[in-house]
């Protein structure tokens, strides 16, 4: 069974740049992929393709066998919570704790706030940050920050987990720990997509290698 | 369904701690929508309380028929007859000049002035209740009376309620239209109020969404803002006229006290406070909906 495919994709910016060509790929249910290549190379636009925050231009990007080129605004969000997304710049909200951050996509889909409350903790508890839940973002470290955020992006139990340079200005302890976490994850059947250069993060975890040069995958 | 109640009691507690989160700035906002409001809501008021006088004054629609100084028994008796025979109205009383004499002297001190004079100057009259109230109809019966012989002049005396009545028709558009002025400029306010919320929650919006919130989970809060901001300047516009009120009654005293009659402006009516307030809300309501729609589109995929 596949869990995303994409087949011809282009993305062509307005202005005129063209940031990925003729994708074609398909990322099985399980899987770990790794999309890796220089800064600029397209890896975050096909992440973006693949969580429907961005259209292609051309071709098709299926996911869950739904083609998110045709679905219809009010459909993303219930696509979207099929995912689990790591964003590079975390994107955590520093008006409240630690905490309401995990807890917000489950408030989202309506979950029973005493149940969501268990699977938040257990959530903080797998990133190891459960002694902080009462804390503020703000001041946490980066690399907790980034847990956080893995934190809130697997609490609602998604079957993709997809992360944009998970590990990108982190010191190498703290890669190798977040990197473990995607791979136990990984273990209990989630389809894992990450987009990195950290090669060292690739020679632990073995996943399937995707290497993108200008818009385009060369291996 | 239990689900469904338990957002919304969420997204409602949720406005009311954001409320507070900001003391000041809420309570300007609901001051400004609530003079917005006590405008129009208080020109309504008194048009209602001076309807009310209108309707307690308004007499039967009335007519005096003044006889010429010289007319004898016999004209009077002529007219009583013809009174008699006609039709469309339903009652009349004759006033003799010595009778309408002694009423004068009896009031408002009068009586030294009608002592000096050498003859009663006053006419016989009658008085007519007309059965119809329609001005045509009283003023053809007027045109009617006045071509009798021996009469001088005929007055349509409730001409002044009937003036009144239609001055307070015509305030009543004016409360109208004041109130869709102001109606739209609490819509402005709400749309400007919500717009600067969503510029300030920019990174929980864009969050939330791309975590799979639909606009609808996004959008709530807002709405309940924008209603509860909007029923809340509608209560501050209540109490705005109830103080003024207060105040007006106050000073209405001495002056009800020199006419000896009770001189009250009385508040809205319970239904029309109600009404009020639920209109209120439902335009905070729209302005934050507008806003929210307007403002949401940006966070769309391209």
């Given at each position: 069974m596949t869990d995303i495919v994409l087949s011809k994709v282009c993305k062509r910016y307005a202005g005129g740049h063209e940031a990925l060509a003729d994708i074609t790929l398909n990322i099985a249910t399980g899987e770990m992929v790794f999309i890796t290549g220089h800064s600029g190379a397209g890896k975050s636009t096909l992440l973006k393709l693949m969580a429907a925050i961005e259209r292609p231009t051309a071709g098709s990007v299926i996911v869950n066998g739904q083609n998110i080129g045709a679905l219809r605004a009010q459909g993303i969000p219930f696509l979207r919570r099929n995912f689990g997304l790591v964003f590079q710049d975390h994107k955590l909200l520093f008006d409240r704790s630690v905490f309401d951050n995990v807890m917000l996509p489950l408030d989202i889909t309506g979950f029973d706030r005493r149940e969501g409350a268990g699977r938040a903790r257990a959530a903080l508890d797998k990133v190891g940050l459960l002694h902080k839940e009462k804390a503020r973002p703000i001041t946490l470290s980066g690399g907790e920050q980034q847990r956080l955020c893995i934190a809130r992006a697997i609490v609602h139990r998604p079957s993709i987990l997809l992360a944009d340079?998970?590990?990108?200005?982190?010191d190498a302890d703290y890669a190798t720990g977040i990197g473990d976490l995607f791979r136990d994850f990984n273990q209990v059947g989630v389809t894992v997509v990450l987009a990195t250069h950290d090669m060292h993060l690739a020679a632990r975890l073995q996943p399937r290698l995707i290497e993108v040069r200008g818009g385009r995958i060369v291996s | 369904m239990k689900m469904w109640f338990a957002a919304h009691r969420r997204a409602f507690t949720g406005t009311l701690s954001r409320l507070a989160a900001a003391p000041l700035a809420s309570l300007f906002n609901i001051l400004v929508i609530g003079t917005a409001l006590a405008l129009p809501l208080g020109f309504y008021v008194v048009l209602a309380n001076l309807q009310g006088l209108a309707r307690d004054f308004s007499p039967q629609p009335q007519l005096s028929i003044f006889l010429v100084p010289d007319a004898s028994t016999g004209d009077v008796h002529d007219l009583e007859q013809r009174l008699k025979s006609q039709s469309n109205i339903s009652g009349f009383r004759f006033v003799p000049r010595a009778q309408a004499l002694e009423t004068l002297k009896s009031r408002a001190g009068l009586a030294d002035v009608i002592a000096g004079l050498p003859t009663n100057p006053l006419p016989d009259a009658f008085v007519v209740t007309a059965s119809a109230s329609d001005a045509a109809e009283l003023a053809a019966l007027r045109a009617d009376f006045a071509r009798w012989p021996k009469v001088a002049e005929v007055h349509v005396d409730s001409d002044w309620a009937r003036r009144l009545d239609s001055l307070l028709a015509l305030g009543r558009y004016a409360v109208l239209m004041l109130a869709a002025a102001l109606a739209l400029a609490l819509v402005a306010i709400t749309f400007n109020t919500i717009r600067l919320q969503i510029l300030t929650q920019r990174d929980e919006i864009e969050v939330a969404k791309l975590i799979g919130a639909t606009d609808g989970w996004i959008r709530r809060p807002f709405l309940y803002f924008g209603g509860i901001l909007g029923a809340a300047g509608g209560a501050a516009a209540w109490l705005m006229i109830w103080i003024a009120l207060l105040v007006f009654n106050t000073q209405l005293q001495p002056l009800a006290a020199l006419y000896d009659i009770p001189l009250q402006l009385a508040h809205l009516t319970a239904g029309d406070s109600l009404a009020a307030l639920l209109f209120a809300a439902a335009l905070g309501w729209f302005g934050a909906w507008l806003s929210v729609r307007r403002h949401l589109h940006a966070y769309n995929p391209a």
């Open positions: 340079e998970p590990t990108g200005n982190l | -």
